[in-house]
């Protein structure tokens, strides 16, 4: 037991595995070697996964809903997956003159993205919206930023204030940015209204996971979209998670082209990857044979273990691959909403991206977030912290059945339990 230096307040990181410094705290802050693994337990151990299954330190075996955020779209250790990087990384991990992975998955994203020529590749997510907003900026000469309210797009100063002021951010950076309820096309007409040439960037995750999991609606896009290039301000669609769930991404669905597109996660196959694509006349801001152009970077930016797994995993993740995945998804949310009924809980989501939430509600308070992956866990089911249902292509109706069935259980006892007295 330690005393938080900021708060005062006790925190307990009783863990016997975890290393301590000399001090007797933990060598990572917390117990961790980032934030959002943290569900209000003392954590467990991944040791080993194959396909679906994860194993812990206690030799437990679950089932990865998980997938490292949704990234593992074909399941642990996949076979061709893991001998493309391998041979990666018995040719030399990373060099400091161009590899040709990189070209490789360049070409598989721009034949799923018509309408987009070309790609940078970033090392996360985080670092392709930090480069897009970059990119926009210095094409419109502007510094303002249009968000969903809630919305996620990483960690970067700008991204973290889609829920408001946050430590550590300075506080004139919210000069700069607006934030708009999502669907809410009033809200945005009014920001370019009221500021008609301030915007650089409008950013829209399609299907923004911590504002609810609720797709945008087409109408809202395509308003996005007009009003954007009215105003000369650049649409980037954050496809970071998005892109999994359909063929051409999600822009697919909606028919729309943005001018710059984020993504990560999927693309480099398990490997740290992120990537800015866009159309030419914007992307050449970041050619280096033109004098002048943006300075953009990063030692392991598009290294060739993750270009080289991420561009197999894409060859694995055909249209029929999505389309069943998908599925099992929409029977998923379909068998566990009749079982949840009763319970004033629902699974919303898209596709393959599944989430429990009290009826109607956007948000679920962190207490019973973190119940609802604590019971989930008892059941053998391992989900993000957010609780987000990730499916992935090695799995198939029988696991998706048996994944579905442990999910409205686990929903149920924290429904039954309201006071978490357990
Ligand atoms: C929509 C979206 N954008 C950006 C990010 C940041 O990506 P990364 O975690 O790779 O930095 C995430 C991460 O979950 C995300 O969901």
């Known amino acids: 037991m330690t005393a938080h230096p900021l708060t005062n307040t006790s925190v307990t990181v009783d863990d016997p595995h975890i290393r301590r410094n000399r001090n007797g705290h933990p060598i990572l802050p917390g117990g961790y070697g980032r934030s959002a693994y943290h569900v209000g337990t003392t954590p467990r151990y991944a040791v080993r996964g194959e396909g679906w299954r994860l194993w812990d330190d206690t030799g437990r075996e679950l089932i990865d809903a998980n997938g490292n955020f949704t990234t593992l779209i074909h399941g642990n250790a996949h076979p061709k997956i893991t001998e493309a990087a391998e041979r990666a990384i018995r040719q030399g991990a990373s060099w400091g003159i161009p590899n040709l992975p990189e070209w490789d998955l360049a070409d598989a994203m721009i ?118 290039s009215e105003h000369g301000t650049l649409l980037i669609i954050d496809e970071v998670i998005s892109l999994r769930l359909a063929p051409n991404g999600f822009i697919g669905e909606y028919n729309i082209v943005p001018d710059l597109l984020t993504a990560g996660k999927v693309i480099g196959g398990g490997f740290a990857i992120g990537a800015l694509v866009g159309r030419e006349e914007y992307m050449e801001e970041l050619n280096c044979w033109v ?126 339990d309201p006071e978490g007295r357990r």
């Open 111 to 228: 034949a799923r993205l018509p309408g987009l020529d070309q790609v940078r590749f970033t090392n996360s997510g985080t670092e392709a919206v930090m480069s897009a907003v970059r990119l926009a900026r210095a094409v419109t000469g502007r510094d303002g930023v249009i968000m969903t309210k809630d919305g996620y797009h990483g960690t970067s100063d700008l991204a973290l204030l889609t829920s408001g002021p946050s430590r550590g951010v300075p506080a004139s950076l919210a000069d700069d940015t607006a934030l708009v309820p999502v669907n809410d096309i009033h809200a945005l007409r009014t920001v370019f209204d009221r500021h008609p040439s301030k915007f650089a960037a409008l950013i829209l995750d399609l299907l923004p996971n911590k504002a609810g999991l609720i797709r945008l609606t087409p109408e809202f896009v395509t308003e996005a979209r007009a009003l954007a």
């Open 291 to 416: 004098p002048g152009s943006l300075a953009h970077s990063g030692t392991f930016s598009g290294n060739p273990v993750s270009t080289a797994a991420g561009a197999v995993a894409l060859q694995l993740l055909t249209p029929e691959e999505i389309a069943r995945i998908n599925a099992l998804g929409d029977d998923a949310r379909a068998s566990a909403n009749a079982a949840l009924e009763p319970s004033g809980w629902e699974v919303r989501g898209y596709g393959s991206l599944l989430r429990p939430f009290p009826v109607g509600a956007r948000k679920v308070d962190t207490e019973r977030q973190n119940r609802l992956w604590q019971a989930s866990y008892e059941r053998g089911i391992v989900l993000s912290s957010a609780n987000l249902v990730a499916l992935s292509t090695p799995m198939d109706a029988e696991v998706v059945t048996d994944l579905t069935e442990r999910l409205v259980d686990a929903v149920q006892s924290v429904v039954n």
